[in-house]
């Protein structure tokens, strides 16, 4: 591929010590941090048409401005007073789908590209990664018009990979903070502080360029986009890769993120794997 900066990140050639010097060194900060941003992975000559492309398929994005709360689960009545979850947000991000981005798109191509999801695994230290077999949410580019943000969450995917393709004039930031939770200990009170704003100090926050790749494990670290100022939407492809192959989403969560569903959706939905033939 002539879009990645290959001198600085060697994907073809895993094993050499440029390769093992970043790959190490992005282990490192997603073992400390779990996140690690490789700066200008993209070379500048393609810089342009990565914004370009993520422009020209912006306004397919699927809007729905919902109610959410940081664990997107239902809002439970039952909950204590001062449980996080009770705390109301607006999603006013969107996402444009997978089967709408173009496949000779710089984004498109490096999803796919297998050198680059050898890569991507390596720096996870894990064996292998796979595209998700799901046609809309392997890839998707995320829109967050000025005025709007992409609230405080928790992903269920335990990493994804990102990057910026448009930034907006002011505000949009990336803010995260580092092991917030953990699988054992949900932390209810440090995170309820970061949603109302009453304790900060947790928060780091990214300074983030176009064509900069950010490997993030977003399943403990507590993140958001903030408010977006200014004229020009912010633009993120998300690249999302599975352990196992064949990872499809819900019918219920495609359809609230893409406001559709695909055949493939529901016939994995009846298909899904079982263990056994038993009858329950
Ligand atoms: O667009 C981004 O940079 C972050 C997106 C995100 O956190 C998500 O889609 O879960
Ligand atoms: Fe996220």
Redesign the pocket.
Known sequence: MNIVDIARYPLADPGSDAWERVVSRTRTELRELGCSVLPEFILPSSWEALRREGAGVAPLAYYDVEETNVYNIAFDDDLPAEHPGRIVMRRG?AFVPRDRIPTDSVIHRLYTDPSFVRFVAACFELPELHELADPLSGLVL?V?QPGME?PW?F?TNEF?V?M?TQEPEEGGV?EYCPNIRSAGAENFGAVRSVLTGADRSPVRALTLRPGDLQLFK?RYAL?R?SAVRGATARH?A?FAYSERPGVMGSVARTRQLFGRVLPAHRDAERNAVRVDQLLD
């Open positions: 991000n995320n967050v992409h969450h992903d994804t990102s910026l990336f977003g993140h986009v993120s998300i």
